[in-house]
């Protein structure tokens, strides 16, 4: 491994430059301390990079017993609860900055997908620094009506990480309710994601 060779090679050189000057043994010693302590690092580094960024590049389903519906995410997403209160699909990859919510509204309370979407972006408004939209489209998913639209936003407050968040936001009308689907990620990994967000939006069902 290149990294590894590197380290050897460096540590092999302050060796050769120990023995030509006549340092003393503590010296010496620390110096091979220190070139296990470069190991270690080196090691652990390659140990967290291949845990957090290698996958499969596999798909798999979410579902929501509760709803009846499901989603299909790639293989380095994972479902969780942490996102939204009342969303019963969600989840993310924090070491991507990647994340997702499927929520469900009654029709009860707002009738339509028209009416969905404006309540929504309107709530959604009150609470970024700055708003951009870049895409507006509709269509169906599954044969379910739906309208969607694209913000590109920044919502870091006092002391947060000030990064640009592309927000896709899916609008969809099903035959128990009404649905707002959410995947966000940071806006300069925006290519890395291009096919992978709307592969998960038009997976989304009813079962």
């Excluded at 969303?87 to 009860?108: L, M, S």
């Excluded at 979407?117 to 009150?126: A, C, D």
Aim: proline letters at 2%.
């Amino acid at each position: 491994m290149p990294c590894l060779y590197y380290v050897s090679i460096i540590t092999k050189l302050c060796e050769l430059w120990i023995v030509s000057k006549g340092i003393d043994l503590i010296l010496a010693a620390t110096i091979f301390t220190m070139r296990l302590l470069i190991y270690s690092v080196v090691l652990l580094l390659i140990s967290i990079t291949f845990s957090c960024g290698e996958y499969k590049k596999e798909w798999k389903t979410v579902t929501s017993d509760e709803w009846k519906a499901s989603i299909d995410i790639p293989d380095y997403l994972e479902a969780g609860t942490e996102y939204s209160e009342s969303a019963k699909i969600q989840g993310g990859n924090k070491y991507r900055n990647f994340y997702f919510i499927v929520d469900r509204v009654e029709e009860e309370v707002i009738t339509d997908i028209h009416v969905l979407q404006s309540v929504k972006i309107h709530e959604f408004e009150n609470g970024v620094k700055s708003l951009e939209v870049e895409d507006l489209a509709d269509g169906e998913i599954n044969g379910m009506p739906y309208k969607s639209q694209i913000l590109l936003a920044n919502v870091g407050g006092v002391g947060a990480i000030q990064e640009n968040i592309l927000y896709h936001h899916y609008f969809i009308q099903g035959k128990k309710g009404l649905y707002h689907m959410v995947i966000w990620h940071w806006e300069q990994w925006r290519e890395n994601y291009v096919d992978v967000v709307p592969r998960m939006a038009n997976s989304f069902k009813e079962l």
